[in-house]
C-alpha cells in the first residue's frame, strides 16, 4: 500500500462525528433491508447444539427471553417477539426497548427473576452479561430450553459468526444469518484492503472524562480490531478488558505518537445519566495530546454512540465500513 500522506487528509473526527449521527437512525434497521416477519418460520421441536456444546431441544418458542444483548439488534431486525428481556441492556436505538409489552429484568447487577416468572417462557437465550445466571433461569422457568450463547474459546469474529447462525438455526433465518455474516465478511476484507501498515494505532476508552489505553491485545472496544485487520499498534503495553480502560499515563499515551485513534466512548451509552464530555472533545481538548500526529491531523475514529451496550454483528460490521472510510481518508 501506498505510504501515509498529509495532503488531501479528511478530516476523520467530522466522518466520526456524521457516523455516529448516521448510526443512530441505521443501527435500528434491519440487516437484511426488508421488513421482518413477525416471529419464527422455524418448526419446533427443534434440537440444536448451543455455543457451550449442550444439545438442546426446544420445544415450542411460543414464550421467548432473551438476554445477551449482543443479540437484540437481530431479534429486533428478524421480527423475533420476545415475552422478557434485560431492556435496560439496550440500545436507544433498538426499537424494543421501550416496548412495554416485553417485561424488563433488569441489568445484570440486579436481575428480576420474578419477571422470569411471570413470562413462563418456552425458551430462554442466555449469555454475556448474564452469563453464569442460567441456575437461576432455570429455577425461575423449570420447563424452559436454555440455549447458552457463551463460549470464552471463541475469538469475538467467531463468536459473531456462530452466534448469528444458531439463532437462524432456532427462529428458521438461516437466510438471513447466511446475509449478515456475509455483510461482516464483506467489511473485514474491505477495511483490511483500505488500511496502510505504516500508519500505527492506538486504541483509546474515554471514562469519566478520563481517557485511557485501549490494548491491542485484549483492551476493550479496540482489540478484535487490531487482530482482525492486522494493524499496526502504536504501543503494545499490558492491558485488560477492564471496561473503563487501562491506567496507563496520559503522558505514555502522548509518547507512543500514534498516527490514528480508535476510540470507544463508554459514557456515550449512558449520556442521559452522567455529565461527562463526549470523547471526541476529550481527546482534542487534551494539552498532553495536543501534538501527537493523531490529534493533529484529525485521524480520530469514535465508536458508535451505543458500541459499548450492542457489541453485535451488525455494529461491528458498521464500524468495520465507517474504519474502511477513514483508512481511505488517510492514503
Same mark, same amino acid.
Given at each position: 500500500?501506498?505510504? &501515509?500522506?498529509?495532503?488531501?487528509?479528511?478530516?476523520?473526527?467530522?466522518?466520526?462525528?456524521?457516523?455516529?449521527?448516521?448510526?443512530?437512525?441505521?443501527?435500528?434497521? =434491519?440487516?437484511?433491508? #426488508?421488513?421482518? #416477519?413477525?416471529?419464527?418460520?422455524?418448526?419446533?421441536?427443534?434440537?440444536?447444539?448451543? &455455543?457451550?456444546?449442550?444439545?438442546?431441544?426446544?420445544? =415450542?418458542?411460543?414464550?421467548?427471553?432473551?438476554?445477551?444483548?449482543?443479540?437484540?439488534?437481530?431479534?429486533?431486525?428478524?421480527?423475533?417477539? *420476545?415475552?422478557?428481556?434485560?431492556?435496560?441492556? &439496550? =440500545?436507544?436505538?433498538?426499537?424494543?426497548?421501550?416496548?412495554?409489552?416485553?417485561?424488563?429484568?433488569?441489568?445484570?447487577?440486579?436481575?428480576?427473576?420474578?419477571?422470569?416468572?411471570?413470562?413462563?417462557?418456552?425458551?430462554?437465550?442466555?449469555?454475556?452479561?448474564?452469563?453464569?445466571?442460567?441456575?437461576? /433461569?432455570?429455577?425461575?422457568?423449570?420447563?424452559?430450553?436454555?440455549?447458552?450463547?457463551?463460549?470464552?474459546?471463541?475469538?469475538?469474529?467467531?463468536?459473531?459468526?456462530?452466534?448469528? #447462525?444458531?439463532?437462524?438455526?432456532?427462529?428458521?433465518?438461516?437466510?438471513?444469518?447466511?446475509?449478515?455474516?456475509?455483510?461482516?465478511?464483506?467489511?473485514?476484507?474491505?477495511?483490511?484492503?483500505?488500511?496502510?501498515?505504516?500508519?500505527?494505532? &492506538?486504541? /483509546?476508552?474515554?471514562?469519566?472524562?478520563?481517557?485511557?489505553?485501549?490494548?491491542?491485545?485484549?483492551?476493550?472496544?479496540? =482489540?478484535?480490531?487490531?487482530? *482482525?485487520?492486522? *494493524?499496526?499498534?502504536?504501543?503494545?503495553?499490558?492491558?485488560?478488558?477492564?471496561?473503563?480502560?487501562?491506567?496507563?499515563?496520559?503522558?505514555?499515551?502522548?509518547? $507512543?505518537?500514534?498516527?490514528?485513534?480508535?476510540? *470507544?466512548?463508554?459514557?456515550?451509552?449512558?449520556?442521559?445519566?452522567? #455529565?461527562?464530555?463526549? $470523547?471526541?472533545?476529550?481527546?482534542?481538548?487534551?494539552?498532553?495530546?495536543?501534538?501527537?500526529?493523531?490529534?493533529?491531523?484529525?485521524?480520530?475514529?469514535?465508536?458508535?454512540?451505543?458500541?459499548?451496550?450492542?457489541?453485535?454483528?451488525?455494529?461491528?460490521?458498521?464500524?468495520?465500513?465507517? /474504519?474502511?472510510?477513514?483508512?481511505?481518508? /488517510?492514503?
Amino acid at each position: 500500500m501506498a505510504s &501515509m500522506k498529509r495532503r488531501g487528509l479528511v478530516t476523520l473526527a467530522g466522518i466520526a462525528v456524521a457516523a455516529l449521527a448516521l448510526t443512530g437512525c441505521s443501527n435500528g434497521n =434491519s440487516a437484511t433491508e #426488508e421488513a421482518p #416477519e413477525k416471529g419464527s418460520t422455524a418448526e419446533f421441536p427443534v434440537t440444536v447444539t448451543d &455455543m457451550a456444546g449442550n444439545e438442546v431441544t426446544i420445544e =415450542s418458542a411460543d414464550s421467548v427471553i432473551v438476554t445477551d444483548n449482543r443479540l437484540f439488534q437481530l431479534v429486533s431486525d428478524w421480527g423475533i417477539e *420476545l415475552s422478557a428481556a434485560p431492556r435496560a441492556l &439496550m =440500545s436507544p436505538n433498538n426499537p424494543m426497548v421501550k416496548d412495554e409489552a416485553i417485561l424488563d429484568l433488569g441489568t445484570h447487577r440486579e436481575p428480576d427473576f420474578e419477571k422470569v416468572v411471570a413470562a413462563d417462557p418456552d425458551l430462554i437465550i442466555n449469555g454475556y452479561r448474564y452469563g453464569g445466571y442460567e441456575e437461576d /433461569l432455570q429455577k425461575a422457568a423449570p420447563e424452559a430450553a436454555i440455549v447458552v450463547m457463551d463460549n470464552e474459546e471463541l475469538s469475538t469474529d467467531e463468536y459473531l459468526v456462530q452466534s448469528t #447462525e444458531l439463532l437462524g438455526e432456532i427462529f428458521g433465518k438461516q437466510d438471513e444469518a447466511k446475509a449478515v455474516v456475509d455483510n461482516l465478511h464483506k467489511a473485514v476484507k474491505e477495511a483490511k484492503d483500505a488500511y496502510d501498515p505504516k500508519v500505527s494505532v &492506538m486504541g /483509546l476508552v474515554t471514562s469519566g472524562n478520563e481517557i485511557r489505553y485501549s490494548s491491542p491485545v485484549d483492551g476493550r472496544g479496540a =482489540s478484535v480490531f487490531f487482530s *482482525l485487520l492486522e *494493524l499496526t499498534p502504536a504501543l503494545d503495553a499490558e492491558g485488560s478488558a477492564n471496561h473503563q480502560g487501562d491506567d496507563i499515563s496520559i503522558e505514555a499515551i502522548a509518547e $507512543a505518537n500514534a498516527d490514528f485513534f480508535l476510540v *470507544l466512548d463508554r459514557d456515550a451509552a449512558f449520556a442521559d445519566t452522567q #455529565e461527562v464530555t463526549p $470523547a471526541l472533545e476529550l481527546i482534542k481538548g487534551s494539552a498532553s495530546l495536543a501534538t501527537v500526529p493523531a490529534v493533529v491531523n484529525d485521524a480520530i475514529y469514535v465508536m458508535p454512540g451505543d458500541f459499548y451496550l450492542t457489541e453485535d454483528i451488525v455494529t461491528y460490521t458498521t464500524v468495520l465500513n465507517e /474504519l474502511t472510510a477513514s483508512f481511505k481518508s /488517510l492514503k
